[in-house]
């Protein structure tokens, strides 16, 4: 891996974001795991699952779940996820390579890929990571794959205030130009994350489709309750979140509204 990215994530900061500001793309990722995956039980790799988020939630609804993830502390972080649920844990949680599975053909029912893609920034890499999801899924099983749209940085840099500063402006300007994403200041910026690749939707389309995969669906994640003024009460009222889950499903697939959501989901068909 890049060591800007080992760097990044040996912060701890991904199991933080998903509970605080991130948190908007943990409630609807999860809303899009609940419509979109077989019924439990089926066997779940989750390929480059961070701490475990969504592997130990679908370890609860019975799943069986074998996660794995190139960054030591995150294995460490879902091994202690799993521990903490001893009724349901993950079937593993090891170290692994995304385009490299040790997984065997046709063994499994679903793929996650909801971190690889952001940070195989040469193509042939994200190639091989999908072709990989495609040979170990069984005939009929489904692959999500999440991926960062190019437009990210500057709906999140305009929200957060990001652009008082002059310098991530000029960061802005280059993932524009050419989708490939770099923090010169990883270590005192971290909230301007690691080296990445950021799609137009059009890409991951593309990418899907080129690994064999039928394409089920491609919708945004946060979508439009990423314009929220404050999210944070939403997802803690049963009605809210359910009325805030309805209002950006309707517009989901809308394409002339998926490069302004900050995360897009890709889902395919073996």
């Not at 089926?42 to 130990?56: I, K, R, S």
């Not at 609804?61 to 993830?69: E, F, G, K, M, W």
């Not at 990445?196 to 946060?222: S, T």
């Amino acid at each position: 891996m890049d060591p800007d990215i080992l760097t990044h994530y040996a912060m701890g900061v991904e199991e933080e974001r998903l509970s605080t500001w991130g948190r908007l793309e943990r409630e609807r990722t999860l809303d899009l795991l609940g419509r979109f995956l077989p019924a439990a039980p089926a066997t779940v790799l989750d390929v480059g699952g961070g701490p475990g988020v969504y592997a130990v939630h679908l370890a609860r609804a019975r799943y069986d779940v074998h996660l794995i993830d190139p960054v030591p502390l995150h294995v460490d972080q879902a091994r202690a996820a799993s521990a903490a649920q001893p009724d349901a844990p993950l079937g593993s949680a090891d170290l692994g390579d995304a385009r490299a599975l040790a997984a065997g053909d046709r063994s499994v029912d679903v793929v996650l890929l909801l971190g690889p893609l952001y940070h195989l920034v040469d193509p042939e890499d994200r190639r091989r990571a999908l072709r990989e999801a495609r040979r170990v899924l069984r005939p009929g099983g489904v692959m999500l794959a999440a991926a960062i749209s190019r437009f990210a940085p500057t709906i999140d840099g305009l929200a957060n205030d990001a652009f008082r500063d002059p310098e991530f402006e000029a960061v802005v300007e280059a993932d524009l130009r050419r989708g490939h994403h770099r923090n010169p200041e990883l270590t005192g910026r971290p909230e301007w994350f690691t080296t990445a690749y950021f799609r137009l939707p059009d890409e991951l389309a593309a990418e899907v489709r080129d690994a064999g995969f039928a394409l089920e669906a491609l919708v945004a994640v946060e979508g439009a309750g990423r314009f929220l003024a404050d999210p944070a009460p939403w997802p803690d009222d049963p009605e809210l979140r359910s009325r805030l889950m309805r209002a950006i499903a309707r517009v989901e697939s809308e394409p002339s509204l998926l490069g302004a959501s900050p995360h897009l989901l890709a889902v395919g068909r073996a």
